[in-house]
Structures are given as structure tokens and as C-alpha cells.
T-cell receptor, first 115, second 111 residues
Framework: SAVISQKPSRDICQRGTSLTIQCQVD?????MFWYRQQPGQSLTLIAT?????????ESGFVIDKFPISRPNLTFSTLTVSNMSPEDSSIYLC????????????FGPGTRLTVL | SQQGEEDPQALSIQEGENATMNCSYKTSINNLQWYRQNSGRGLVHLILIRSNEREKHSGRLRVTLDTSKKSSSLLITASRAADTASYFC???????????FGTGTRLTVIP
């Protein structure tokens, strides 16, 4: 299994500002992902964080709005840029472990409120 | 985009009863995973079922998978108030590295 921590756990931000969310895993993992969960909704994949290269974004998400870094196999950041109230969501880091299990684990999430 | 639909959207039962949630999906999958989420917090992994499996058990959980119908079900037996949460199915689509989530079922177990 993998233990994932995220910082901050929650934040309230002003419109137009940016917030960087950190994700730390207790072991090296092959793949890391960032998901968004809007209020009362299911999870939507933002991007796959690639170690040493640019992230792979899903349709509807762009690098200028959600820049992602992954400097090594245990850490990643997601920045929500130029925030608006529509960005108010829970942002979740997720990892996929190697081996036979193929299980995908999720961090505790960062609850973001934009005023 | 959503790859899976769950029904019911919400389910309310008495403690001790069984709860069944259904998940339907659209494309070929490698596996399907079920998660629980309490009050908008992180997701807890419950069980993974592979495309060549038809049924799996874990404690009070029973998951079935019918790839011909592109559907799965999660059964929670002898429910407890602590089972109150949202439950999501998530599909590992063939050829994809990530999971695509269903719409979720909100389960309320009344003590």
C-alpha cells in the first residue's frame, strides 16, 4: 500500500490568487495523478504527473491554469492559478503502485474555497 | 468525462439491512475498483476486481462483475451506521493508466 499526505488540508483563498498543493508519498510510485471533485460531484482527472517531464492533461484542463511539478518519485505539486469561485473543490492526489495489485490510492484531499 | 453511472444516486436503509449499489460503464476495462468517501474526505480503497473475475469478497463486502453487461455491483451485508458514506466505482479502462470514476451512491444507514 501507499500512504499519501497532502498540504494544506484546506484553504480559503481570494479570487485572482494562486495556491500550490503538495503531495508526498511514503514510497516510490510509478504514477501520480491529480483529481478534482467539485461540490456534490464525482472525481474528474486533471492530469497525470510525470517524473522529469511535463504533465499530461485531460481534456478541459490546461497547464497555464493547473501547472504541475513532479521532481522525483515521491513528491508532486499542483498549483491552481488565478483562482475563481468555480475552482472551489476538493483536490486529490492519487498514486498507482507497481506490482501485481494495480491498486490506486488517494490522499486525504485539499478542500479549497475561493471567495 | 464520466465513464460510469451508478445507481441509485442515494440509498437509505436501516442498520442491519443489506445495501446494494450498481455501476455501469461503457468501454472495455482491465479492472474495476470500489471506494468509500466519508463526508468529502479522502477515498478509501475497498476492493479491486479484475476483468477475468466474476465475484470477490472482503469481509462484509461482495463485489460482482459482468463484463458482458458492462456492470458491477457492490453489496454491503449487515450494514452499520459507520457505513454511511458515498461509494464510487472506478474503472481502469483498457490502455489507460488512470481510473475513471462513476457518479457515486450516497448511502445512509439509520441506527
Amino acid at each position: 500500500s501507499a500512504v499519501i499526505s497532502q498540504k494544506p488540508s484546506r484553504d480559503i483563498c481570494q479570487r485572482g490568487t494562486s495556491l500550490t498543493i503538495q503531495c508526498q508519498v511514503d514510497s516510490q510510485v510509478t504514477m501520480m495523478f491529480w483529481y478534482r471533485q467539485q461540490p456534490g460531484q464525482s472525481l474528474t482527472l486533471i492530469a497525470t504527473a510525470n517524473q522529469g517531464s511535463e504533465a499530461t492533461y485531460e481534456s478541459g484542463f490546461v497547464i497555464d491554469k493547473f501547472p504541475i511539478s513532479r521532481p522525483n518519485l515521491t513528491f508532486s505539486t499542483l498549483t491552481v492559478s488565478n483562482m475563481s469561485p468555480e475552482d472551489s473543490s476538493i483536490y486529490l492526489c492519487s498514486v498507482r503502485t507497481s506490482g501485481n495489485t494495480d491498486t490506486q490510492y488517494f490522499g486525504p484531499g485539499t478542500r479549497l474555497t475561493v471567495l | 468525462s464520466q465513464q460510469g453511472e451508478e445507481d441509485p444516486q442515494a440509498l437509505s436503509i436501516q442498520e442491519g439491512e443489506n445495501a446494494t449499489m450498481n455501476c455501469s460503464y461503457k468501454t472495455s476495462i482491465n479492472n474495476l475498483q470500489w471506494y468509500r468517501q466519508n463526508s468529502g474526505r479522502g477515498l478509501v480503497h475497498l476492493i479491486l476486481i479484475r476483468s477475468n473475475e466474476r465475484e470477490k469478497h472482503s469481509g462484509r463486502l461482495r463485489v460482482t462483475l459482468d463484463t458482458s453487461k458492462k456492470s458491477s455491483s457492490l453489496l454491503i451485508t449487515a450494514s452499520r451506521a459507520a457505513d454511511t458514506a458515498s461509494y464510487f466505482c472506478a474503472m481502469r479502462i483498457t490502455g489507460a493508466n488512470n481510473l475513471f470514476f462513476g457518479t457515486g451512491t450516497r448511502l445512509t444507514v439509520i441506527p
